[in-house]
């Protein structure tokens, strides 16, 4: 097989400075000006305008980060649901606005959850239906402009709880999300299994991930070769899927140099 084409996650301020590295080859790119809530209420219209009017030198897929901040689908509040339904469908809104073909949104699945699963059996089953309500409208409405929605781990330790969820609302348009750096920091912090073994268990449904280092402590967002994690085992466990997922560099620091990081994962014959 050959190596995978690395895309990158990065807000508009970054992008010119990165154009040719990405331009060039056509890799993916993950819009992420739209995360935060004052992007979707108080400068949408600027920040979307921006990325339109370049739109078009992106000759690689194209997908966004969705609103997160705050916003939980399993909340058992259906009133406040509500409110983090009408956020992700204002994401889709801009995805479909900027033709973007994914979104990220966060999982519901917490550590709590997981440590308690047989105290309290109706909590797994009430965030499934709480998810499936909330979601329904906004995966209609992406469908609507073939943008699908990947659901990310955020501190879930159960590799499976998320794709198990995916696998319950069981929508052509929602597929799992990895990010290595998130499974490296429940692997680390809550003893949960190590990134290959997340990679294994989306397996069939692994749409999208993020590749991000980390220390096994806290949510770092290094460069990949920064940290701890075994990058020749996940690329291989990548690989090995059936189809493969798209793959985006979510660092949050010196994006400048990550020309130069996949270099070096290219020379190690990775990825390029």
């Keep these: 097989?050959?190596?995978?084409?690395?895309?990158?996650?990065?807000?508009?301020?970054?992008?010119?400075g990165l154009h040719d590295w990405i331009c060039a080859p056509g890799?993916?790119?993950?819009?992420?000006?739209?995360?935060?809530?004052d992007a979707i209420r108080d400068v949408r219209d600027d920040l979307i305008a921006a990325w339109a009017a370049r739109r078009d030198e992106l000759t690689g897929p194209v997908g966004i980060h969705g609103p997160f901040l705050g916003l939980d689908i399993g909340n058992p509040d259906g009133e406040i649901r509500a409110i983090v339904q009408k956020r992700l469908l204002e994401g889709v809104e801009i995805a479909l606005a900027l033709r973007a073909d994914q979104m990220v949104v966060h999982s519901p699945f917490t550590y709590w959850q997981h440590l308690n699963r047989e105290n309290y059996p109706m909590i797994r089953p009430a965030i499934f239906e709480a998810a499936a309500d909330c979601l329904a409208p906004v995966l209609s409405r992406a469908a609507e402009g073939g943008c699908q929605i990947v659901l990310e781990n955020i501190d879930d330790?159960?590799?499976?709880?998320?794709v198990d969820l995916v696998a319950?609302?069981?929508?052509?348009?929602?597929?799992?999300?990895?990010?290595?750096?998130?499974?490296?920091?429940?692997?680390?912090?809550?003893?949960?299994?190590?990134?290959?073994?997340?990679?294994?268990?989306?397996r069939g449904r692994l749409g999208h991930v993020h590749l991000q280092d980390a220390d096994?402590?806290?949510?770092?967002?290094w460069h990949p070769g920064d940290g701890r994690i075994p990058w020749r085992p996940v690329f291989d466990a990548l690989a090995a899927l059936p189809d493969q997922p798209r793959l985006i560099l979510e660092v949050n620091a010196d994006l400048p140099r990550l020309p130069d990081t996949v270099a070096r994962l290219n020379a190690l014959g990775l990825a390029r």
């Design 216 to 221: 096994g402590y806290a949510d770092r967002h």
């Design 157 to 162: 330790a159960d590799p499976s709880v998320r």
């Design 1 to 16: 097989m050959s190596l995978p084409l690395l895309g990158v996650a990065l807000t508009y301020p970054d992008f010119d």
């Design 168 to 202: 319950a609302i069981d929508h052509p348009m929602l597929a799992v999300s990895l990010d290595t750096g998130h499974a490296e920091l429940a692997h680390g912090r809550y003893g949960a299994p190590p990134v290959v073994d997340y990679i294994a268990a989306a």
């Design 27 to 37: 890799r993916a790119v993950e819009i992420q000006d739209f995360c935060a809530l």
